[in-house]
């Protein structure tokens, strides 16, 4: 950004020979609290308005001076540390200042879209279920339909800890202690600013008794191996993705999701197949980001892929009606249309 994006045009200036009430006039009259003094086109010094009322003179070293092009982050760098206002020349003439009081503004703007927004705890999400179900598949695909969101990836079934590495736009990290919570809470640690962490926990069924602290658990089960499902394992499952349904019996498939969904009917049921023809996988996108929304405020702007898409008429959040049933929420002006 540069200097002319961010200063006052046009700024109001005085000679050493004005007076002191001709000065506060100007001010009262344009609303400034700094007036710099201008001699033969030389900073000469700066009026400002104290808090307490009185006016007082700086000398031209409270000035720093600068010119429209110049980077604006060195204006503002001024203002912060010592200067009480930049003069911005151009020309040979007063052409712009930059005050604290724009300082501020910038500020106040930078604190309204969330610039420099720090995400202390992340959604934690730890995806479990047995070797082959297809959990790696998943969170790999799952990664690029949430370009709106930071991700952290822990990898729960490496040998050894490794340290951060880029997984599809995302931080990854080998973590085999991760299946419990300290060594979960370290892996976190180590993804520090993700707004979302997807663990993948060590193969195995998925075990009802375990907790490592996780927000949500999400079981996988393999959808060609359903028949010896038992719902009692997924106790704690905030979700269940269904997986490979590409390689499997549909009609299996739907008496499992029918089981499912009257055993648990708080519980989402994915039908995916991440590793084939994305079915299924953008409801559950839109289930992750609506969580990571929830916790840190951001509900409404459009994170996954397929809103961002079709950002500006619609915005799509995932929905779920009474028994489970996973939808997809089209928002527009004129209400709320849930379809599949
Ligand atoms: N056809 C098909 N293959 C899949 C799907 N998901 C995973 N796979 C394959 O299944 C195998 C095991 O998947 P993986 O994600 O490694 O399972 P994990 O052991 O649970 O992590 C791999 O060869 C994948 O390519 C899918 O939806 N459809
Ligand atoms: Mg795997």
């Given at each position: 950004?540069?200097?002319?994006?961010?200063?006052?045009?046009?700024?109001?200036?005085?000679?050493?020979?004005?007076?002191?009430?001709?000065?506060?006039?100007?001010?009262?009259?344009?609303?400034?609290?700094?007036?710099?003094?201008?001699?033969?086109?030389?900073?000469?010094?700066?009026?400002?308005?104290?808090?307490e009322?009185?006016?007082?003179?700086?000398?031209?070293?409270?000035?720093d001076?600068?010119?429209?092009?110049?980077?604006?982050?060195?204006?503002m760098?001024?203002?912060?540390?010592?200067?009480?206002a930049?003069?911005?020349?151009?020309?040979?003439?007063?052409?712009?200042i930059?005050?604290?009081?724009?300082?501020r503004?910038?500020?106040?703007?930078?604190?309204?879209?969330?610039?420099?927004?720090?995400?202390?705890a992340?959604?934690?999400?730890?995806?479990?279920?047995?070797?082959?179900?297809?959990?790696?598949t998943?969170l790999?695909?799952?990664?690029?339909?949430?370009?709106?969101?930071?991700?952290?990836?822990?990898?729960?079934?490496?040998?050894?800890?490794?340290?951060?590495?880029?997984?599809?736009?995302?931080?990854?990290?080998?973590?085999?202690?991760?299946?419990?919570?300290s060594?979960?809470?370290?892996?976190?640690?180590?993804l520090?600013?993700?707004?979302?962490?997807?663990?993948?926990?060590?193969?195995?069924?998925?075990?009802?008794?375990?907790?490592?602290?996780?927000?949500?658990?999400?079981?996988?089960?393999?959808?060609?191996?359903?028949?010896?499902?038992?719902?009692?394992?997924?106790?704690?499952?905030?979700?269940?993705?269904?997986?490979?349904?590409?390689?499997?019996?549909?009609?299996?498939?739907?008496?499992?999701?029918?089981?499912?969904?009257?055993?648990?009917?708080?519980?989402?049921?994915?039908?995916?197949?991440a590793?084939?023809?994305?079915?299924?996988?953008?409801?559950?996108?839109?289930?992750?980001?609506?969580?990571?929304?929830?916790r840190?405020?951001?509900g409404?702007?459009?994170?996954?892929?397929?809103?961002?898409?079709?950002?500006?008429?619609?915005?799509?959040?995932?929905?779920?009606?009474?028994?489970?049933?996973?939808?997809?929420?089209?928002?527009?002006?004129?209400?709320?249309?849930?379809?599949?």
């Amino acid at each position: 950004m540069k200097v002319s994006d961010v200063m006052s045009a046009r700024p109001i200036v005085v000679t050493s020979t004005s007076r002191r009430q001709t000065v506060r006039r100007l001010m009262e009259q344009a609303g400034v609290h700094h007036i710099p003094v201008i001699d033969e086109g030389r900073v000469a010094g700066v009026w400002l308005a104290t808090r307490e009322g009185p006016l007082i003179l700086l000398g031209p070293e409270h000035v720093d001076q600068t010119v429209p092009e110049a980077d604006a982050e060195e204006a503002m760098t001024a203002l912060i540390e010592d200067s009480e206002a930049v003069l911005v020349w151009d020309a040979g003439v007063p052409a712009g200042i930059v005050t604290p009081s724009d300082l501020r503004a910038l500020v106040r703007d930078a604190l309204r879209i969330r610039v420099g927004r720090r995400y202390p705890a992340p959604v934690v999400a730890v995806i479990c279920g047995p070797s082959g179900a297809g959990k790696t598949t998943l969170l790999t695909r799952t990664l690029s339909l949430l370009p709106g969101i930071e991700i952290g990836v822990v990898q729960g079934n490496a040998k050894a800890d490794g340290p951060p590495v880029e997984l599809g736009g995302a931080r990854a990290v080998d973590a085999p202690q991760a299946h419990w919570r300290s060594g979960l809470r370290r892996a976190v640690k180590r993804l520090a600013g993700a707004e979302l962490i997807l663990a993948e926990d060590l193969d195995g069924p998925v075990d009802p008794e375990m907790t490592a602290g996780e927000d949500l658990q999400i079981a996988v089960l393999d959808a060609r191996d359903l028949a010896s499902l038992e719902d009692r394992r997924l106790r704690r499952a905030s979700a269940v993705a269904i997986c490979r349904a590409d390689q499997a019996d549909p009609a299996a498939v739907d008496a499992a999701v029918a089981a499912l969904r009257e055993a648990r009917p708080d519980v989402p049921v994915f039908v995916l197949a991440a590793g084939h023809d994305d079915r299924g996988l953008h409801e559950w996108a839109a289930w992750l980001a609506k969580h990571v929304g929830a916790r840190t405020g951001d509900g409404p702007r459009p994170r996954t892929a397929r809103a961002a898409r079709e950002r500006g008429d619609f915005d799509h959040t995932g929905a779920f009606a009474p028994g489970g049933v996973i939808g997809l929420a089209t928002h527009r002006a004129g209400g709320t249309v849930a379809g599949r």
